[in-house]
């Protein structure tokens, strides 16, 4: 298999993936794909010349399957003498963003954190050939344009408010992942098999196993490297599109109606894209949405469109203006019982707050328990406020609430209204976060205090 080795190393240098004197973590799970990348890199340090070290995330979603896979990559990384780089980091067991999302924003948290610390200049992620096709049809299926088609990027980099910090690296997006298991099983490798790979409730899951296997049935062995070769055209005329033509970039504000009449329709797309992303904080703008803010443009003086989180455009004589809402949601905040509930209307929920056996509560949830002697003053429940930091267990400092949410990509009423519970004048609680370590519940702790969302009757808003 020495020929994937080369395809590899071919790879990295024409994308200019990896250098000379990089520290590059390699993102294991222990999944087949993780564990052929940290041996192909490992064949191929010297010949380019970097440090190695190995990253791991355990989520806790599986219970002791999960922490199996953490003693598989830490068995791995001794045996390779290579620094094990991991970290618990549970996810909720409903968060709005979805699980898989979730996952990803803490594994993201995770890399961009040791990138900052200087432990590391890059992490090597085992995106797959496979992986870039099932992304281009999930995007093809919900609604995209040139960018959705792009698929995943060969390479990514690590920002925090501006700054870069360093880079994720994909050298395997032109490899097929039957090549790499073959690569393993050719050097009497084990890998570990991940059980919700297999999980029909996750919809790239039956991508996977529903619909690529008809395409390559229909199409031939092809079907999954032409919709790859689709994301590198795609990928191409972005960056041509991003690096010379600043006319379809847009800034904060009113559009003006001018700046779009210039334009052919493919730039009055990617400036109505541009001005959107840069307005509503988010990089998921939807085909559609750009369509109907064009359609507004294009018709009479005084109509409006209300767009996802409750802000309004209206037509006015030479732009498309920005207006508050009528029902913008105002701040709110409500003393919680202990033991108790409060309804929360403005969210469509009730928290509750209840002591508890420590055993009852499933892993996944365990990072969010507080210890109620460490939490002084009633607790509030409210919105959180500008300015406002938290810091969840597990982070080496606290961050603005406004930080981590936009690093979970809430935009809109979400995130003006995600609810927080203080304490004592200090933020305790953040839905979809650890709570901080210095009123966390320890480990085994026999009376832990438990909040909990569970559904009220009033119309959902958030």
């Known amino acids: 298999m020495r020929g994937l080795v080369e395809r590899v190393l071919e790879t990295i240098r024409k994308s200019g993936l990896i250098r000379a004197g990089d520290r590059l973590a ?17 064949e191929l340090r010297g010949e380019l010349g970097i440090v190695l070290s190995v990253a791991h995330v355990n989520h806790k979603l599986r219970g002791a399957e ?4 953490q003693r598989f990559v830490a068995d791995l990384a001794r045996r390779h003498d290579l620094e094990l780089l991991a970290r618990a980091a549970p996810v909720e067991r409903q968060p709005a963003s979805g699980i898989e999302a979730a996952a990803r924003a803490l594994r993201y948290d995770f890399f961009r954190e040791l990138a900052r610390a200087g432990r590391v200049g890059k992490i090597a992620t085992a995106h797959t050939l496979d992986d870039q096709a099932e992304t281009v049809l999930l995007r093809m299926f919900r609604g995209t344009g040139i960018r959705g088609l792009a698929g995943i990027h060969p390479r990514l980099i690590l920002e925090e408010e501006g700054r870069a910090y360093g880079e994720v690296v994909r ?32 919809l790239r899951n039956r991508v996977r196993l529903a619909v690529l296997p008809v395409l390559k049935e229909t199409f031939g062995e092809s079907a999954a490297e032409n919709l790859a070769d689709l994301a590198e055209i795609a990928r191409a005329e972005e960056e041509h599109w991003g690096r010379g033509h600043p006319e379809v970039r847009a800034a904060e504000g009113d559009l003006k109606l001018a700046s779009l009449s210039e334009l052919p329709s493919a730039g009055q797309r990617r400036l109505v894209r541009s001005w959107l992303e840069t307005n509503l904080g988010s990089r998921t703008v939807s085909f559609r949405l750009i369509a109907d803010v064009l359609e507004l443009a294009a018709g009479a003086v005084g109509r409006t469109l209300e767009l996802p989180g409750g802000r309004i455009l209206r037509r006015a004589q030479r732009e498309l203006r920005w207006e508050a809402a009528e029902d913008q949601p105002a701040d709110y905040e409500y003393v919680l019982p202990v033991p108790g509930s409060v309804e929360v209307c403005e969210l469509g929920v009730r928290i509750e707050a209840f002591l508890t056996d420590w055993d009852l509560v499933p892993e996944t949830e365990r990072s969010h328990l507080l210890d109620p002697a460490k939490l002084t003053g009633p607790m509030r429940v409210r919105n959180w406020r500008p300015g406002e930091r938290f810091w969840p267990a597990n982070t080496r400092q606290p961050k603005k609430v406004k930080e981590l949410l936009s690093n979970r990509h809430a935009v809109g009423i979400e995130k003006k209204l995600w609810p927080v519970i203080e304490a004592g004048g200090e933020l305790v609680w953040m839905r979809g976060f650890a709570v901080p370590a210095a009123v966390q519940a320890a480990r085994g702790a026999s009376r832990p205090l438990w909040i909990r969302e569970a559904g009220c009757d009033a119309k959902t808003v958030a």
Do not use: K, M
Request: aromatic residues 6%.
């Open 26 to 42: 390699v993102a294991v799970s222990g999944g087949a794909d993780s564990v052929a990348l940290l041996l192909l890199l490992l």
């Open 66 to 69: 999960s922490d199996e896979d």
């Open 171 to 202: 050298p395997l997006l032109e490899v097929r992942r039957a090549d790499l298991q073959e690569f393993l099983r050719a050097r009497g490798q084990e890998w570990r098999e991940d059980s919700s790979n297999r999980d029909p409730n996750f």
